[in-house]
C-alpha cells in the first residue's frame, strides 16, 4: 500500500502486538523519531518509502505524521507512565535522521545522510553515514563506522569506538575508552578522563590532532613519514615510543616537543596520569586484529590493555592485565545484559 | 536562565593556547616564520570567511589582504583576546571595507523573499556544503553578510548592524529573509 | 499565508522575542503545522550553518603574504615596529586558559579579564591557580545548586551515573591542583586543570539541559 501521507494518525491495536505501516515520501524528506523508551533502529534502502514497524504493549500509541518535508515518528503512551516501545525503520538511504529517546537504544545501518541520535540511557551504534554526524549518549557506548563528515560523537560513562571514518572528528567521554581506528582525517580530536585514547589513522600535512586523557594511556599511531610536530606532556606517566622522537624543545618537566620531517601537522598527546605510546600504525592494527581474534566469543570485553613491552613480558603484565580486565569486566558486562532482559520484560508486560 | 552570549566568534579548533600566544610575540618582533605558523593555523577559517562574505573571485586577494593587514598591525595585539579572536574580526573590517570601496547599495538588501526556489544545487567536487554554500553565495550581499557573521561566525545582530551600518531591526528581517531562501537548498 | 507569525520565527528561534510575544507565537504554533515545519527547516539551516566547513583556498597564498611582508628573520625593524612586544608568561597562562574555557562552555561565564598579579617577565611566578580559577568554581557552583534543584525531573539510575561521573572529574580535578601546587608555573598542569574544570561544566550543563528538557 503506497500513499502520500499528509498526516496521519495510526493508532494500534488494541491487544499488545506491533503496528506496520507504509508509505511513499517526497524526495529531500528527512526522518525524525522520539521514542522515550525503547530500541530505535533505522535502515536504509533504495526506495522512495518509509516502512514503520513497531512492537509494544497495549497501552503505547504511535504517531506517524509528515510534516513539511519531515517524517515524524513518535511513541507516547496513553495513559500515564510510558510504555515501551521498539521501532525498526526503513527508510530511503539519502534521509537525514533525527533520532532522539531517553530509554532508548539507536541503531543505524545502510544511510548515506546526515544523522542525529541522542539518548541518555542507552547504546548508539551507528555503521554509515554521512555530512553531520553527532552522536550523544550519557550512559551507552557510542560506535560508529564507515561514516564520513563532521562527526561529534560523545558519551558519558562509557566508551566511544569509531572505525573507517573521515572528515571532521570529535570524540570524548568521561569514563571510557575512546577508540579511533582506520580514521582519515586532518582534524581529529578525542579526550576521556577515566580511560585511554587509542588512534589509528592518517597524519596528514596541516592536520591537527589533539588526544588527552586524565587517567588514561595514549596510543597514537605516527606513520613513517608523516610530517608533524609532536607535543606531549604527562604529570605522572612515562613516554614510550616505539620508533626515534628527535627531541626538539622541553617545557619544564613535563612537556616535550618532537619534529618529524617537515613538522607540517600539529599533535598534541595528553595525559595526565597515563603513558604515552607512540607506535606505527601496523603495530597498533596488529594488536587489535589480535584482541579481537581472542575475543570474538566476547563482544563486551573492551578492557584490554595494550601493553608493548616485549622484555621479559611475564608475570608482571599477566597480573595487570588480569588485575584491569576483572575490575572493568564485571561491572560493565553485567548491567548491560540486565538492561536487554529489563526491556523485554517491560515490554512483554506493559499493557 | 539565557546563557550569555559572547562578543565575536567562539573558536574551537585551536593549536595549544600558549604554543599561539608565542609565535604571536614572536611574529609581532618580526619573525616571518613564526607568522607563517600563524597564517597556517587560520587561513582556511580566515579564506572560508571571505568566501562567504565576498565571492570566491576576490577571496584570494582579500585574504591576502588580511594577513597583510595583520602583520602590520600585530604590535597593536595586546593578547587580551585570543589571536584567532583578533584575526578574525580584522578579516571582517577589511571585508567590509572593501565593500564600502566597491559601493555598490543597489541591490543589497532583500526587499522581498528572493526567488532562489530554481536554483538547482550543482557540485563540481563530491564536497558536502557544494549546494548549500553555492545558494549562500546567490543571496544579495547584505543578507549574506548578516547571515554569515549571524549564524556562520556567531555575532550579535547589535555589532552587525554597528559593522554594517544599519539597524539592528534591518540586520533581524536580512537575516530571517536569508534563512528563508536557504532552506530550500539544505543538502540531504 | 501566516506572514504575521513566519516573520517572528528567526527571532523566536533566537531567544529575541519578549515572554508575552514568546507565548503568543507558540500557541500559535501548537496549532499551526506549516509554522513548525517551517521552524524545523530554520533550525536545520541554522545547524547547516554551523557546520560549515572551513576550506583553505585552493593555492598556496603564503607566497604572496610573504613577498609583501619581507620574508626571512627580520633583524632590522622600521622605526614604527621596533617596540618589542612580549607577553609575561602569567599573561600567556591567563589568555591560554581563558581561550580553553572560552571555547568549551565558556557561554555560562561571563568573559573577563584575568588579574595577573605577578607581570615580572622573568623569574618566578606568583600566579597559582586561584587566581584564575575563581570564576570557573563560581560557575561550577552555580550549575551543581541547578542540578541539585532538577535532580528530581531525573531518574535514579541517570542521576547515579550523573554523580558517578562527577565524582570522576572531581577526583581528576583534585589530582590536577595537587600536582599543579608543586609545580604552579607547569603551562600543561595548568592547562590541564582547566580543561577538566570545562568539563565538568559541561556534564553538568548537559545534565541541566536534558533535566529541563523534562519539564
Known amino acids: 500500500m503506497l500513499t502520500i501521507l499528509t498526516a496521519v494518525l495510526v493508532s494500534l491495536a488494541p491487544l499488545q502486538g506491533q503496528t506496520d505501516t507504509t508509505f511513499a515520501v517526497p524526495a529531500g524528506a528527512s526522518l525524525s523519531v522520539n521514542n522515550f523508551g525503547g530500541a530505535i533502529v533505522v535502515h536504509g534502502w533504495n526506495q522512495n518509502r518509509v516502512k514503520v514497524h513497531a512492537e509494544h504493549g497495549s497501552r503505547g500509541r504511535i504517531e506517524v505524521s509528515l510534516v513539511g518535508s519531515t517524517v515524524m515518528v513518535k511513541a507516547s503512551s496513553r495513559q500515564g507512565a510510558p510504555s515501551v516501545v521498539d521501532f525498526d525503520i526503513t527508510v530511503p538511504q539519502a534521509m537525514a535522521l533525527t533520532l532522539a529517546g531517553t530509554y532508548a537504544e539507536i541503531t543505524v545501518d545502510g544511510m548515506q545522510g546526515p544523522i542525529s541520535a541522542e539518548t541518555v540511557e542507552g547504546a548508539i551504534e551507528v555503521r554509515g553515514g554521512s555530512g553531520i554526524i553527532t552522536l550523544h549518549s550519557i550512559q551507552g557506548t557510542v560506535t560508529l563506522a564507515d561514516a564520513t563528515g563532521r562527526i561529534d560523537v560523545n558519551s558519558v560513562n562509557e566508551e566511544i569506538k569509531l572505525s573507517n571514518v573521515s572528515g571532521q572528528i570529535k570524540a570524548e567521554t568521561t569514563n571510557g575508552d575512546v577508540t579511533l581506528t582506520g580514521v582519515k582525517s586532518a582534524s581529529v580530536e578525542a579526550a576521556t578522563i577515566n580511560g585511554s585514547v587509542v588512534y589509528e589513522g592518517t597524519i596528514t600535512d596541516g592536520g591537527t590532532y589533539v588526544f588527552n586523557s586524565h587517567n588514561g594511556d595514549m596510543i597514537v599511531s605516527i606513520p613513517e613519514g608523516a610530517n608533524v610536530t609532536v607535543s606531549i606532556a604527562t604529570a605522572n606517566g612515562d613516554i614510550d615510543p616505539s620508533f626515534p622522537l628527535p627531541l626538539t624543545a622541553t617545557h619544564g618537566k613535563r612537556r616535550y616537543t618532537f619534529k618529524l620531517g617537515s613538522g607540517s601537522a600539529r599533535m598534541e598527546v595528553e595525559s595526565f596520569q597515563g603513558d604515552i605510546k607512540l607506535r606505527r600504525p601496523e603495530e597498533i592494527r596488529d594488536r587489535l586484529q589480535h584482541k579481537n581474534k581472542n575475543n570474538n566469543h566476547n563482544e563486551h570485553d573492551d578492557s584490554f590493555d595494550f601493553h608493548f613491552d616485549s622484555n621479559g613480558v611475564g608475570a608482571a603484565w599477566v597480573r595487570d592485565y588480569a588485575a584491569t580486565y576483572a575490575r572493568e569486566y564485571a561491572p560493565k558486562y553485567a548491567p548491560l545484559y540486565a538492561r536487554r532482559y529489563a526491556r523485554a520484560y517491560a515490554r512483554a508486560y506493559s499493557h | ?188 | 499565508m501566516n506572514d504575521q507569525w513566519t516573520d517572528r520565527l528567526s527571532e523566536y528561534l533566537d531567544g529575541e522575542l519578549d515572554a508575552q510575544e514568546r507565548g503568543a507565537l507558540e500557541a500559535h504554533l501548537s496549532g499551526c503545522a506549516e509554522c513548525r515545519a517551517t521552524l524545523a527547516e530554520l533550525r536545520q539551516v541554522v545547524a547547516r550553518a554551523k557546520g560549515l566547513e572551513d576550506r583553505p583556498p585552493k593555492t598556496d597564498l603564503w607566497p604572496g603574504v610573504a613577498e609583501r611582508i619581507g620574508s626571512g628573520k627580520v633583524v632590522n625593524l622600521p622605526a614604527h615596529r621596533a617596540r618589542r612586544f612580549s607577553f609575561s608568561v602569567p599573561q600567556l597562562i591567563a589568555a591560554s586558559i581563558a581561550l580553553v574555557l572560552l571555547s568549551g562552555g565558556g557561554a555560562w561565564l561571563a568573559v573577563q579579564r584575568w588579574n595577573v598579579t605577578d607581570r615580572r617577565p622573568t623569574g618566578t611566578l606568583a600566579v597559582t591557580s586561584a587566581s584564575w580559577t575563581g570564576h570557573t568554581d563560581a560557575a561550577i557552583a552555580d550549575l551543581q545548586d541547578v542540578l541539585t534543584r532538577n535532580e528530581s525531573r531525573l531518574d535514579t539510575a541517570t542521576v547515579r551515573v550523573v554523580r558517578a561521573n562527577l565524582a570522576v572529574i572531581d577526583r581528576a580535578i583534585a589530582e590536577a591542583r595537587g600536582a599543579l601546587a608543586g609545580d604552579p608555573s607547569n603551562t600543561y598542569l595548568n592547562l590541564h586543570l582547566a580543561d577538566t574544570m570545562r568539563r565538568k561544566l559541561e556534564l553538568l550543563r548537559r545534565i541541566n539541559a536534558i533535566a529541563a528538557a523534562r519539564s
Request: proline content about 4%; glycine content about 6%; cysteine-free.
Open chain 2, 1 to 188: 536562565m539565557a546563557p550569555l552570549v559572547l562578543e565575536g566568534p567562539l573558536t574551537r579548533d585551536q593549536p595549544a593556547a600558549d604554543v599561539v600566544a608565542v609565535d604571536t610575540a614572536l611574529a609581532a618582533s618580526g619573525d616571518a616564520t613564526a607568522f607563517e605558523r600563524l597564517y597556517r593555523t587560520h587561513v582556511a577559517r580566515i579564506h572560508s570567511l571571505v568566501r562567504r562574505m565576498l565571492d570566491a573571485d576576490e577571496a584570494d586577494d582579500v585574504t591576502q589582504d588580511v594577513f597583510i593587514r595583520a602583520w602590520n598591525k600585530l604590535s597593536t595585539f595586546r593578547g587580551e583576546s585570543a589571536f584567532g579572536t583578533w584575526l578574525h574580526r580584522l578579516a571582517v573590517n577589511v571585508v567590509l571595507g572593501r565593500r564600502k570601496a566597491v559601493g555598490i547599495e543597489r541591490g543589497r538588501y532583500v526587499t522581498q523573499e528572493e526567488p532562489l526556489q530554481n536554483v538547482s544545487g550543482r557540485s563540481d567536487t563530491p564536497e558536502l556544503s557544494m549546494d548549500f554554500e553555492a545558494a549562500l553565495a546567490r543571496l544579495p550581499e547584505g543578507a549574506r553578510q548578516v547571515f554569515v557573521l549571524h549564524d556562520v561566525e556567531g555575532y550579535r545582530h547589535e555589532e552587525i548592524a554597528r559593522m554594517l551600518g544599519v539597524v539592528p531591526g534591518t540586520s533581524k528581517s536580512q537575516l530571517h529573509h536569508a534563512r528563508m531562501a536557504l532552506r530550500r537548498h539544505l543538502d540531504r
